[in-house]
């Protein structure tokens, strides 16, 4: 589910987004994206990428409205919108199926995805009342794993190897 406080993780988490920016070949079928760009001002869409033609379905705006809205945008369509796309007028909103490809290496080895799910289990046990979503929780585990950082509620901060 796509919650404001996701939207709000994504935005803030500037690893992923140059990451996924960083190769056309991070772009999927099935990806979801924010435009917000200069055209949108204080619209909010939510785009997943498909294979076909660009279609706006229904645009409009999208300020009151629940941000799990989409329209439909073409893999093809991403590269009409460089400019955008490049001044951060794209945020990534990673599906949990992503975040977990990220968490889990393909050629992973039983042995590490049982200890990785063991942490994952602990960082539940720890956070579950801090997200209301498991996109946020599965974002917030791999920044955790990955990047050594916590979510604040406000932006991501870098913990140190003390633990503070």
């Known amino acids: 589910m796509i919650t404001k406080n996701f939207i709000k993780q994504c935005e803030q988490a500037e690893e992923l987004q140059a990451w996924y ?3 056309v070949k991070n ?3 099935g990806d979801r994206y924010i435009c917000r760009c200069d055209t ?3 619209s909010m869409f939510v785009h997943m990428v498909k294979d076909s033609d660009i279609d706006y379905i229904n645009e409009r705006d999208m300020t009151d409205v629940d941000p799990t809205y989409a329209a ?3 893999l ?3 590269g009409e919108f460089g400019a ?4 951060g007028g794209f945020i990534y909103l990673p599906t949990q199926e992503r975040l977990q490809e990220m968490i889990f290496p393909k050629d992973w080895i039983p042995r590490e995805c049982i200890s990785t799910m063991r942490a994952f289990q602990y960082f539940y046990e720890q956070n579950c ?7 946020e929780l599965w974002l917030a585990f791999l920044y955790d794993q990955k990047y050594y950082k916590i979510w604040t509620g406000e932006k991501w901060k870098e913990v140190k ?3 503070s």
């Open 84 to 87: 955008f796309w490049d001044d």
């Open 76 to 78: 093809s369509g991403v």
């Open 27 to 29: 772009v999927r079928e």
């Open 161 to 163: 190897s003390d633990g």
């Open 72 to 74: 439909m945008v073409s």
């Open 129 to 135: 009342d801090a997200f209301t979503s498991f996109d």
């Open 40 to 42: 949108c001002k204080n």
């Open 21 to 23: 920016k960083s190769d």
